[in-house]
């Protein structure tokens, strides 16, 4: 075989169980017909005929845009009225108090990644949940960092204090600052969502450490945040991050995909929250310096779009009733899993909200065949298996809880028969 990559790119191969599990789920449709078929590997909002949604007011804005808007250059840091516009979207009415800059970026994956760049050094760990979306790990990797989960939930089906407080400490016994990442709320995979009280608790613990002299940044990543529950109500943890000590650096991942349901469009942006100006003006030049190295500059037509909606009360209006229209579809599908999850006996994550629901397995890949037997097809995580209720219609809610329990049971059998024969 020749070879002609560096050294250093040697084993970087994108295995993507979500496209894959997704690819299945469309042939399985065109051989058994669409009705038969539960395509719960798609992380896109559907409507109840299971065709990919557009939030109304985005559609008509979005057509209606000058040409100009769609070719003309933007800044590396973005429209000034976007950046300002996002930083008003991420915090609503919650806004901490300190200085807060943004930077525009390739969708929230790019501001993941220069989160990472800008705020982990070389060879060290950044921290997150078992629960995650798998290309945190690949983010990592890319760049020379280790990804180390801990524990998300608990043995109550609470944010595990414990073990997160753990992994801290641990990590900053050999290095002097720590990225950690949280998703929440409606956590991607599992919908579930850290309280007030449990992040009152994980900034004590970062507070404890600060006084020992490390550097701590957290990053929230809040790209499904739209249609977690009541703006407010969902934003209200982040008043906690109002003055913080300087070496606490808060920063916010927000992403145009989902709440804005611009998926290809690729626009985000890093939200950076401190009470230190020296510290979010390197944050901008940081910022501005990635951006022109990574993508040079995002998608200005997006930008103009949410500037747009963000200024004027009506428009605003509008995509406010337009996404709770969405999150109540969400809503009484994760209702009715929920509900039938319990009669039947089937653990899942605990669900507040979301696109996404999550059962536990030790047996993911072999539970994602089994389910691909009854033509529902999921996508297999470290953890277990992600259930995309986003994509799924009200009406095939209805007994898929029994029916993935039976599958549970199937490979519980299996495995066990496996053991038994060794």
């Not at 089906?157 to 801290?168: E, L, R, T």
């Not at 809040?222 to 982040?238: C, D, L, Q, T």
């Not at 996404?323 to 929920?338: E, S, T």
């Amino acid at each position: 075989m020749t070879i002609m990559a560096a050294a250093s790119r040697e084993g970087k191969v994108l295995r993507d169980v979500v496209f894959s599990a997704s690819a299945a789920a469309r042939e399985a449709a065109a051989q058994y017909g669409a009705e038969r078929v539960v395509n719960a590997a798609i992380g896109c909002y559907a409507g109840d005929d299971e065709q990919l949604a557009c939030l109304p007011v985005v559609e008509e804005l979005y057509r209606a845009l000058p040409m100009r808007d769609f070719i003309t250059y933007a800044p590396p840091l973005g429209l000034e009225s976007y950046r300002q516009g996002a930083i008003e979207e991420a915090f609503e009415d919650c806004r901490p108090e300190g200085y807060t800059d943004a930077v525009a970026t390739a969708g929230g994956t790019g501001a993941i990644h220069i989160a990472i760049a800008n705020y982990s050094e070389v060879g060290d760990v950044v921290l997150t949940t078992n629960w995650r979306w798998n290309i945190y790990d690949a983010l990592c990797q890319e760049i020379g960092r280790r990804l180390r989960p801990f524990s998300m939930i608990d043995s109550k089906g609470h944010f595990n204090i414990v073990s997160f407080s753990a992994a801290v400490s641990e990590a900053l016994e050999s290095q002097d600052s720590l990225l950690i990442i949280l998703n929440t709320p409606a956590n991607n995979p599992t919908g579930f969502a850290l309280s007030d009280e449990e992040w009152r608790q994980v900034l004590d613990v970062c507070r404890f450490h600060e006084k020992q002299g490390k550097r701590l940044s957290l990053l929230v990543d809040i790209a499904y945040i739209a249609y977690a529950g009541e703006k407010n109500k969902v934003r209200s943890f982040m008043k906690q991050f109002s003055n913080l000590p300087a070496h606490i650096f808060s920063m916010f991942a927000f992403s145009m995909s989902k709440g804005y349901t611009l998926y290809g469009q690729r626009a985000g942006a890093l939200i950076g929250v401190s009470s230190s100006k020296d510290v979010i003006d390197e944050f901008a030049d940081l910022g501005k310096y990635s951006a022109r190295t990574a993508w040079s500059n995002v998608n200005r037509a997006a930008m103009t779009l949410l500037t747009e909606i963000r200024g004027d009360q009506s428009l605003k209006a509008r995509l406010d009733a337009e996404r709770l229209a969405f999150a109540d579809k969400l809503h009484r599908r994760g209702a009715v899993f929920v509900e039938e999850a319990r009669s039947c006996g089937l653990q899942h994550v605990p669900y507040q909200g979301g696109f996404f629901i999550s059962v536990p397995t030790a047996h993911s890949t072999a539970l994602c065949q089994a389910l691909q037997e009854d033509l529902i097809f999921a996508v297999p995580l470290a953890e277990g298996v992600r259930l995309g209720i986003c994509s799924i219609a009200e009406s095939k809610m209805t007994g898929l809880a029994g029916t993935i329990k039976k599958a549970v049971d199937r490979v519980a059998l299996m495995d066990s028969a496996s053991l038994a024969a060794k």
